[in-house]
Structure formats: C-alpha cells, structure tokens
C-alpha cells in the first residue's frame, strides 16, 4: 500500500517546516498583513457544511474585504446567483477561511477564523458601491493568519501574459448550461446578454 494514513507518516516523509514557515503564522492582522488585504481585489471563501465543503471565488474593488480591527475582516456579499452555498455553510458551520490574491504579487495571504452573517441596515450602506449595497455581511473572526510564499504562483506563470487562455479555447457558459440542459437554458443567446447583464448587475 501506497497511501499515507497517518500524520505520523506524513511528517516522516517531509520532516520538520522550517523557522520561516512557521514564524509567519499569528493569530491577528499585522501591518504587514493588512496591506495585502487592503490591496487585494480577489479573494477566494471556503466554508464547510453538513453536505461538504464549498470554495467560492469572490471578487471587487481592491480592498473590498474590510479591516475593522486586527482580528476582524468583513466581505459583502454581492450580486451574484442566489445559490449562497457559502451563506448556507457559514450558518451552520462557522468556520471559514480566505484566500487572497493580487494580481502581480508572488504571495497569497491564508486567513483562517470562524464567520457569522449580519444584514445590519446601516453596515450593508457602508458597503454600498454606486448606490446598491449588499443583501448581507460575511464578518470573519479571525484565529490564524500567514502568507504562503511565490511557488505555486510562478510554477503556474497565473500572472504572465502568455500563459493566458486563448479566446475560445475553452466551452463557453452558454455552451455548458446548454449541453447539461439539452439545450433549455444557455446557447449563444445567454452567451451574448451576458457581458451586459453582468454590467447592470456587478453590484
């Protein structure tokens, strides 16, 4: 048998981390770590519920997750499909974590805390872009915070130029709505609103 299946075994294939991978990790947001969450405007959400595990990619304005003090973070929820397989998770689940990405930055920044979901009048009016505000507030406690270092970014090239997706290359949402619904939602007609119905409907 192949599979490692114990933590025993794990550390006996890797060894120890080393000082700098360990001394980064706190429980708070530093200076330092502040000023990646106020620079990035990607950040990807994972909860956990009753049916699984859920990662879901949330994106905004740079410094859209708010800094209230160094152990609290808030996202607003924004526009998107009502699915809120997130919303439903951190309801039952509170634990929660964030992964941010800037575009031309090697680091990421991993938070990891326990999330609530607030629908405070006054706070999703704070959160308010162009007028339109959020239906709710995710407010992250949060437990550990650190940065995890360039490798999977350059091993990837995510920021060259080059290694972007061709136009076309790739099945487009209308097609895959139209193939999993044998043709009753998407198609070209879905493909071509979208770009003005995500214009209208961004906030």
């Known amino acids: 048998m ?4 114990s933590v025993s075994e794990l550390e006996a294939l890797y060894g120890r981390a080393g000082e700098s991978s360990t001394v980064k990790e706190v429980d708070r947001i530093t200076p330092h770590y502040r000023a990646y969450v106020d620079a990035a405007p990607f950040a990807v959400l994972a909860t956990s519920g009753p049916e699984g595990l859920d ?3 949330r994106g905004d304005r ?11 973070l808030m996202m607003p929820d924004r526009h998107g499909n009502n699915r809120i397989d997130s919303l439903r998770n951190i309801v039952r689940d509170p634990r929660a974590a964030l992964l941010f990405l ?19 009048p006054d706070l999703l009016e704070s959160f308010a872009v162009d ?3 959020p239906r709710s507030v995710v407010v ?18 995510l920021w060259d130029p080059d290694s972007q997706a061709l136009p076309g290359s790739l099945p487009s ?11 009753r939602v998407g198609g070209e007609t879905y493909d071509a609103a979208w770009p003005e119905r995500a214009r209208q409907s961004l906030w």
């Open 2 to 5: 192949s599979i490692v299946s």
């Open 55 to 57: 990662c879901s990619p």
């Open 62 to 72: 740079p410094g859209f997750v708010r800094v209230t003090d160094e152990r609290t």
């Open 102 to 120: 800037i575009p031309g930055c090697g680091n990421t920044l991993r938070v990891n805390g326990r999330a609530h979901v607030e629908t405070r």
């Open 131 to 133: 007028g339109k505000a």
């Open 140 to 157: 992250l406690t949060v437990e550990v915070v650190y940065f995890q270092c360039a490798r999977a970014i350059v091993r990837s090239a």
């Open 173 to 183: 949402a209308g097609e895959i709505l139209a193939a999993l619904s044998d043709g």
